[in-house]
């Protein structure tokens, strides 16, 4: 690739890649600013990289950190602005789209898994038979592994 050495090498020296995303507040545009390089060549090696285009990674990011925020017991508000979201109601929005519940469902379900596991994890101590529910890794701990990971190859085209 002519030119584009330098490029790569500034991306590739990229460790965390949440914390790049954050201090860009989720916009492709920062982000490219960020790293001093041109959308253009953000978009080549996201979609390299990635196999998606930067600002649809960057949002899907956006979401994952949403739910850990909500999971460590930010309320939406907090997290709307934490996320540089501009409105409450366009983060529910986005929120739903993308996990299909909203926020407030969110909390309220993962209050009820947490209250049923601690039932179990307690139930366990006490000889009583009883199961532990407990995952090893946070949901979105996984799938922000995903969204880091390098695809092998490219097998489509964005429109």
């Known amino acids: 690739m002519r030119g584009g050495g330098g490029v790569l090498r500034r991306l590739d020296r990229i460790v965390d890649w949440s914390e790049a995303a954050a201090r860009a507040k ?21 979609l390299r990289r990635f196999g998606k285009p930067p600002q649809f990674w960057l949002d899907e990011m956006r979401l994952w950190r949403a739910l850990k925020l909500l999971f460590e017991g930010a309320s939406v508000k907090e997290a709307t602005f934490e996320l540089s979201f501009c409105h409450p109601s366009h983060f529910c929005r986005k929120f739903k789209a993308y996990h299909g519940c909203t926020p407030g469902e969110f909390i309220r379900i993962e209050s009820e898994r947490q209250r049923k596991a601690l039932l179990g994890f307690r139930a366990t101590f006490q000889g009583e038979v009883g199961t532990v529910m407990f995952s090893s890794l946070p949901i979105w701990s996984q799938s922000e592994r995903n969204l880091l990971s390098p695809i092998p190859t490219w ?3 964005w429109h």
């Open 26 to 46: 989720y916009n492709a545009e920062r982000f490219a600013r960020l790293q001093m390089v041109s959308l253009s060549q953000l978009r080549r090696y996201f």
């Open 155 to 157: 097998q489509g085209r």
